[in-house]
């Protein structure tokens, strides 16, 4: 078929086309109500009407709940076992965070260091801290995020303290 051939049989297409658009085909009746009488009819349930997807949602529910309070259980507890061992021992450079820290290593060198400067105002807002965390503590002494904040930041300070005694020495 030659580029010629072509070009004719489009036009005569379009010429097709053209006259299928100008002429509107509508149905003679309506089939709807006749396609839609012979449709079985279906009422649909609500998956939580269903008693066995039911039962199957609250074990699952029940499920989780257990899981996460076993994991929670076990957070606490650990938390206040680390607390209890920290709280406990005396009061040393490793546990400074019982006693207020005492600056006078971080002092003692002669010249003050950039990093000595850094160390020593994150030590005053980690003191800041602390003294709010225990405070929030008096008031509810069993809230385990209080309690775990307390430990990361007590954590901290005691980093902070040996990073200062190193630079000191």
């Not at 076992?81 to 005396?90: F, N, Q």
């Not at 003692?108 to 000595?116: A, L």
């Not at 105002?121 to 405070?135: F, P, T, V």
């Not at 008031?139 to 307390?150: F, I, M, T, V």
Request: hydrophobic letters at 45%.
């Amino acid at each position: 078929m030659t580029n010629k051939d072509s070009h004719i049989s489009d036009d005569l297409l379009d010429a097709k086309l053209a006259q299928l658009k100008s002429r509107r085909l509508e149905p003679s009746t309506d089939l709807w109500p006749e396609i839609h009488a012979k449709l079985p009819i279906k009422q649909q349930v609500a998956w939580w009407a269903k008693p066995q997807l039911a039962v199957a949602a609250s074990f699952l529910v029940c499920a989780i709940s257990l899981i996460y309070s076993l994991q929670v259980s076990q957070i606490n507890e650990s938390l206040s076992t680390e607390l209890a061992e920290i709280k406990s021992a005396p009061a040393t450079v490793n546990n400074s965070f019982i006693s207020p820290v005492s600056y006078t290593e971080i002092e003692s060198c002669s010249e003050n260091t950039q990093e000595q400067v850094v160390i020593r105002e994150n030590l005053a807002i980690i003191e800041m801290a602390l003294a709010q965390i225990r405070n929030a503590l008096k008031e509810a002494p069993d809230d385990p995020s209080l309690n775990k904040k307390l430990l990361d930041l007590s954590k901290q300070q005691i980093n902070l303290v040996n990073r200062a005694n190193t630079i000191a020495l």
